[in-house]
């Protein structure tokens, strides 16, 4: 049955549903979580409740997943890489942060990418895009690190992520 998800109509909206990420959005703790029960391949945006009462007011949030690592031996010196592979892309935007969702400026942004509207045509791919983020060694901290990948673009329903899939990659030896 999960190997059939990505072909459900309605993924858009089923990411806020009680079933998923009703409240908050996903954090993936490296080491606890199972990916195949706790990972959702597709970055969309949340619709929010404005109070309207009769509720015709679609009003979407981009939303912010959180991966936790723990490491105890951090090469402050050294030079980090993300890999982040994307499967389709829909009028949408990658931000990186690490260790600080609040940051200003992210670390990595990439500009506003795709659109082949592969969520909303409830496909398994559109055009494939590879973006390899470097991280300073003095932006980790021994222990519990958090890296933040936002979509803040929230126009509509649509505006959308499906990843293929994330590495992370320590300094050369």
């Avoid at 030079?79 to 942060?97: D, G, H, K, P, W």
């Avoid at 559109?126 to 470097?134: E, K």
Wanted: charged share 25%.
């Amino acid at each position: 049955m999960a190997s059939k998800l990505f072909r459900q109509y309605g993924l858009w909206s089923r990411y806020a549903d009680a079933d998923l990420y009703p409240s908050e959005d996903l954090v993936y703790t490296v080491g606890v979580c199972d990916y195949t029960t706790d990972w959702f391949f597709a970055q969309v945006t949340r619709k929010i409740d404005v109070g309207n009462e009769d509720n015709d007011d679609d009003t979407y949030v981009g939303t912010t997943w959180q991966i936790r690592f723990e490491d105890q031996n951090i090469d402050v010196s050294g030079t980090y890489t993300l890999r982040v592979a994307i499967a389709s892309a829909t009028l949408a935007e990658l931000q990186v942060r690490v260790n600080d969702p609040d940051a200003t400026v992210p670390l990595y942004s990439s500009g506003l990418i795709g659109r082949d509207n592969a969520v909303a045509r409830h496909g398994i791919r559109g055009l494939h895009s590879l973006h390899s983020i470097s991280i300073d060694g003095s932006l980790l901290i021994e222990g519990v690190n958090t890296i933040f990948l936002t979509q803040p673009r929230n126009d509509d329903e649509f505006r959308s992520f499906m990843y293929d899939y994330l590495r992370f990659e320590g300094p050369p030896n």
